[in-house]
């Protein structure tokens, strides 16, 4: 399908040639032909599938480069930021989530409803912006972008420092969309019938909120985080960009604006498998935090 | 980016480096002197494809790096004269190096070369990248003998006379040592190889390191026959976003920042310790336009509605202030253009276009459109409406067709902007490219011309070059479908001469019938702007070649 598409798409991977002085329209010609690009699409198609089965992913048309290369020189830079950024955002949103059910209306929920909106609403790259403008350029407590000091040894403060931000920037934001998740499941099970009995068995409030309530709240908000686990494998575009984090999502854009069709299939197809997946965890950790439907 | 393909071959010093505070207003750097070692940081916002060039896309980022990399058997002057590399001397029919008949070129090669990993380099190297360039490459498939005479000597026949022979195995086409690949290695194993991503040459840096889409780092080719370098390193650092790079300049975390745009002058200008490096050069914008009937493809027999008439095209050309355009949108950094190729040996002397709205509105009386009930013209019940488009995502050129819109709607012309992806808009035939299927009446992007105006007027203008649903005929850079006989003689006998007044002569002569036909409204030339540091000395902007010429100079303070 996703094949189909980008196929019908009008453009081509050699367009960089088109107006270089130096190649002709017939060399052109010569290099389509070489690449395979001028088979029928059902041909092509049906060429890449043999190749999948077989594990073999093919070559970049821009770069030439084995395309499963590519994509493993990215992957590790993209797990760490995502990887990262997701741990700040749990951290982030569940105790802001819990504290402003437990506390509704109080002064902590209106301050972190009004967070929420301002992470949700905020584009990124003119915060992420905002950030290199204020901790690099004014500051300079922290580098603007890359991954590391280039040129230095694995260093893991000088790591963190260059994380720092991107993480951060990326944690804000799914924060403050988990944090709303997390009230509104939190408020939804405070009021049920078992909470009030374990107040009433004379349980410390602490421990009714984090056995009974939050356990229970929790259920919906772990298939909603399984089902953003391909977004460790994609990366996130625009974040990438404005820190020059040497990522998948950048990776992506690149590919798809130079049409580099084998990178993108295999980006594709690895996404898609990856979203089924996190859909069948989603599923099986449903059924283990909640008996009721566990299969009998 | 500038230009939507960055291959500027060739740039022109228009203004030279300017200390922002120095009291001479002389830049500071030039003429210092630089201790030896050091690493100069350089941050560019694209990732090259490959750094192996025989088989690059011709990205101005993959060119800058490679020209640190790899020698040509000749290089451009700061005149735009041919001087020898890698060979002894510039073959030409004076020096007896080129045969009578034009079609013999024997070449002398330097002894004294060494590759970057000591081995001496040879005929045979050149040789091997004829071998491996020909199958893509119809200028070097017009070699049909190539004979390795000595391990110094090279000789090769050519099947028609070839007046842009020196552009053969010249920059950027750098030359990659055989030995570096499997014996009988075949085009595809050398494209393929690892060697595009670890690349040396006979030039004075090597590639040790290249993580990608972050950077790319440079040491010194200890055996370089110019001079050892100054430098420990050069690291190319990749940053796709302009205001991280201009924040990179802010907080010194880069040495010099190459290929940002005239409208990022301003701030940087104002910056303390650094010197911004102006240069215009070859590569100007311009609206190509149809001649032809638009379609998919387009039919190249029946004349564009509106466009295929010359008055309509003189009128649309005279109802933009081309000036106005340098000064607001590129803030006054360049020139308006005038023809192909501005610069160089064969640059013919064209004069601006005036701005006349006025004439304009007599050339479309005259030629039948009527103001309608809107103000819009027509004629015949048709509409003066055209479309223009040009790439996606380029504040820059949205600001000219803004202008443009406007200025053609006070004389009755409504302009409709259409802006695709570059891959779209310059997309091959069977991709279905829109320029190169001919669906669109305007396009709008930059080109920059090789040194030699054969690889832009001949192939740009030739109506060979129309294209049209013919084997290899598909992809032909005549995208405004523009047709005159003598424009085709005149190219011909150029493109077959090796005396160069003729060739300058005929070529000076096509431009002219172009300026009066207008199948192309040229309307600025783009300014090169690099900002570097004052700690760095020697960098130097060249006429003909990328900010990267002089590597082997560079130093720091």
């Given at each position: 399908m996703s094949f189909a598409l980008m196929k019908a798409a009008p453009g081509g991977p050699l367009s960089i040639y088109l107006e270089n002085p130096d190649i002709r329209p017939e060399d052109i010609a010569a290099i389509r032909a070489q690449l395979g690009l001028d088979d029928p699409v059902p041909v092509q198609y049906l060429r890449w599938l043999g190749n999948l089965v077989s594990f073999d992913w093919g070559y970049s048309f821009v770069t030439h480069e084995p395309v499963i290369d590519r994509i493993a020189q990215r992957l590790p830079n993209t797990l760490v930021l995502m990887g990262v950024s997701l741990v700040l955002t749990l951290l982030i949103a569940i105790p802001v989530g819990v504290l402003a059910a437990v506390r509704q209306y109080s002064w902590f929920d209106y301050t972190a409803t009004a967070g929420a909106f301002f992470g949700i609403s905020m584009p990124v790259f003119w915060f992420g912006l905002l950030l290199i403008l204020t901790f690099a350029v004014q500051l300079r407590w922290l580098p603007t972008s890359g991954m590391a000091t280039i040129g230095t040894e694995f260093d893991l403060i000088d790591r963190v420092r260059h994380i720092a931000m991107p993480a951060g920037v990326l944690a804000l934001v799914s924060a403050a969309g988990y944090s709303r998740f997390i009230r509104t499941a939190m408020l939804e099970v405070i009021h049920q019938d078992y909470v009030r009995t374990a107040r009433a068995k004379g349980l410390r409030e602490r421990l009714v909120i984090a056995r009974h309530a939050a356990k229970n709240a929790a259920l919906p908000f772990v298939t909603l985080l399984a089902l953003d686990l391909p977004d460790l494998f994609t990366g996130a575009v625009v974040t990438e960009t404005i820190f020059a984090w040497p990522g998948m999502g950048r990776l992506y854009l690149d590919s798809v604006s130079r049409l580099d069709y084998s990178v993108l299939m295999a980006i594709l197809t690895v996404s898609a498998a990856l979203l089924l997946l996190s859909n069948l965890i989603a599923d099986l950790l449903y059924a283990y935090l909640d008996p009721r439907i566990r299969y009998r | 980016m500038r230009g939507i393909f960055a291959i500027p071959i060739a740039m022109l010093l228009v203004a030279s480096a300017c200390a922002p505070a120095g009291p001479s207003g002389q830049p500071a750097a030039t003429g210092e002197q630089a201790k030896s070692g050091g690493t100069a940081r350089v941050t560019m916002n694209q990732e090259p494809d490959t750094l192996n060039p025989l088989f690059g896309g011709g990205l101005r980022v993959a060119n800058t790096v490679m020209q640190a990399v790899f020698s040509g058997l000749w290089v451009n002057d700061e005149k735009g004269d041919f001087q020898p590399d890698l060979a002894a001397e510039v073959p030409t029919v004076q020096n007896g190096s080129v045969s009578r008949d034009g079609k013999t070129i024997t070449v002398k090669l330097r002894k004294d070369v060494k590759w970057a990993d000591g081995k001496p380099f040879t005929a045979q190297d050149v040789k091997f990248n004829w071998d491996i360039a020909k199958p893509t490459s119809s200028a070097l498939r017009n070699i049909t003998e190539f004979n390795v005479k000595d391990d110094h000597t090279i000789e090769w026949k050519m099947g028609t006379v070839f007046g842009a022979y020196l552009t053969l195995f010249s920059y950027p086409s750098g030359i990659v040592p055989k030995h570096a690949f499997p014996e009988g290695a075949t085009p595809d194993d050398v494209k393929k190889h690892e060697f595009g991503r670890k690349p040396f040459g006979t030039g004075p840096f090597k590639v040790t390191e290249w993580q990608a889409a972050s950077h790319i780092t440079l040491e010194p080719n200890a055996s370089y026959f110019g001079g050892k370098p100054k430098l420990d390193k050069i690291v190319f650092r990749i940053t796709p976003d302009k205001n991280t790079q201009l924040a990179q300049v802010r907080a010194g975390e880069t040495d010099l920042a190459v290929d940002l745009i005239e409208t990022d002058a301003p701030e940087l200008e104002r910056l303390d310790g650094w010197r911004i490096l102006t240069v215009a050069g070859p590569t100007s914008d311009r609206l190509f336009l149809n001649l032809a009937k638009p379609g998919d493809p387009a039919d190249n027999t029946t004349p564009h509605p509106v466009l295929g008439d010359k008055n309509v095209r003189k009128a649309l050309e005279l109802s933009i202030n081309k000036q106005e355009l340098v000064d607001k949108v590129l803030l006054g950094k360049t020139k308006v253009a005038t023809s192909e190729?501005?610069?160089?040996?064969?640059a013919p002397n064209i004069p601006p276009t005036r701005y006349d709205a006025a004439e304009a509105q007599r050339l479309l009386e005259q030629a039948g459109w009527r103001p309608g009930a809107d103000g819009i013209r027509e004629k015949g019940g048709t509409r003066l409406k055209l479309s223009v488009n040009s790439t996606t995502g380029n504040k820059l050129r949205e600001d000219v067709e803004a202008l443009i819109q406007a200025g053609w709607k006070r004389i009755g012309v409504e302009l409709e902007i259409k802006n695709q992806t570059a891959a779209v808009l310059v997309g091959e035939w069977s991709a279905g490219g829109t320029v190169q299927k001919g669906k669109h009446d305007i396009a709008f992007y930059g080109f920059t011309p090789g040194i030699d105006p054969r690889s832009s007027v001949s192939v740009r203008f030739h109506s060979d070059q129309i294209p049209r649903d013919e084997p290899g005929k598909q992809?032909?850079?005549n995208n405004m479908r523009f047709r005159n006989a003598e424009v085709d003689k005149l190219a011909d006998e150029a493109d077959a001469t090796l005396d160069l007044e003729k060739r300058k002569a005929n070529y000076t002569r096509i431009m002219q019938i172009v300026a009066e036909e207008v199948p192309i409204i040229y309307l600025y030339n783009r300014a090169n702007i690099e900002v570097a540091s004052q700690k760095v000395v020697g960098l130097k902007s060249h006429p003909f070649r990328w900010i990267t010429w002089n590597t082997h100079e560079w130093g720091l303070r």
């Open positions: - | 190729y501005p610069v160089g040996w064969a992809n032909g850079s």
